[in-house]
């Protein structure tokens, strides 16, 4: 029995950074903004700036599409992101860096009901879960972007009741310069 639905992607898809500006955004106008598929989700959409998905698990992940895009950690910190959800729940994530190693976030992003903003400064955070390393290896998790202090990907993994329709209006990795003032209106 097939446990996952899978939306395959084009790899190479991404969003590029908006011009003069120290940001990296996911506004969910394509599914190509997803990497490969939604695990564990179902009834999976990307309309109106929305990826919408509906948990068939307590949890269901998903990976940005970075394409061949590099971010260095220490200028990409400032995570954003709105998001909707009828119960409360919690958020949790991986980065991934260039040298293929993952590693999440030691805490996770409480989340309420209905529409709301968050925002987390990634370089205050500790990232100490190993996932994926190279056997042998001896590496430095303890902050976002690790040893290399570099970003090539990022995994968003939602805690929900199983049956829970959540949707993410946007995400975005910035150096917290500058006030994001495109935040979109509340969707009914």
Request: aromatic residues 14%; hydrophobic residues 35%; proline residues 2%.
């Amino acid at each position: 029995m097939n446990y996952k639905k899978m939306l395959m992607i084009s790899l190479l898809a991404g969003m590029t950074a908006a011009a003069g500006a120290a940001e990296k955004a996911w506004n969910f106008d394509s599914i190509n903004e997803v990497f490969g598929y939604v695990d564990e989700g179902e009834n999976i959409t990307c309309a109106d700036g929305n990826l919408a998905f509906t948990l068939k698990w307590v949890r269901s992940w998903f990976r940005l599409n970075f394409g061949e895009t590099v971010l260095d950690a220490k200028q990409y910190h400032l995570l954003k992101f709105r998001f909707y959800s009828p119960v409360s729940g919690r958020i949790t994530l991986f980065y991934s860096s260039p040298d293929k190693e993952m590693a999440n976030m030691d805490r996770q992003i409480d989340v309420a009901e209905g529409w709301n903003e968050y925002e987390v400064d990634l370089k205050t955070m500790t990232f100490g879960g190993e996932v994926h390393s190279q056997k042998g290896k001896d590496k430095n998790y303890k902050r976002w972007g690790g040893e290399l202090e570099q970003i090539s990907g990022m995994r968003i993994d939602a805690w929900f009741p199983k049956g829970t329709t959540v949707k993410f209006d946007y995400i975005k990795l910035s150096d917290g310069k500058e006030e994001g003032a495109d935040s979109k209106k509340d969707k009914k």
